[in-house]
């Protein structure tokens, strides 16, 4: 369904997010969306690692990414 909307077209085809890059600690982040496991991957979404065999990195990866979605999914919310 997202690979079909125009939001997915915007990301994919333009450089939609290049103006909201921020420099942390010296480094220049990209912008992205996060996302559950039911999107595919892309540049500039993040979606968690499949839960087979993970590495303690990775299962760090995916708290931080879950504790991210709900920040964000609180925030939509609230606009609601």
């Known amino acids: 369904m997202f690979g079909s909307s125009r939001l997915y077209e915007k990301v994919t ?10 420099i942390i600690e010296g480094e220049r982040m990209p912008a992205f969306f996060v996302a559950d496991s039911a999107y595919t991957l892309s540049e500039n979404l993040l979606k968690p ?4 065999n993970l590495t303690p990195d990775q299962m760090t990866f995916n708290y931080r990414l879950s504790r991210a979605r709900v920040v964000v999914e609180c925030a939509i919310g609230r606009l609601i």
Do not use: I
């Open 13 to 22: 085809q333009t450089d939609l997010l290049s103006s909201h890059r921020k």
């Open 49 to 52: 690692y499949r839960n087979v």
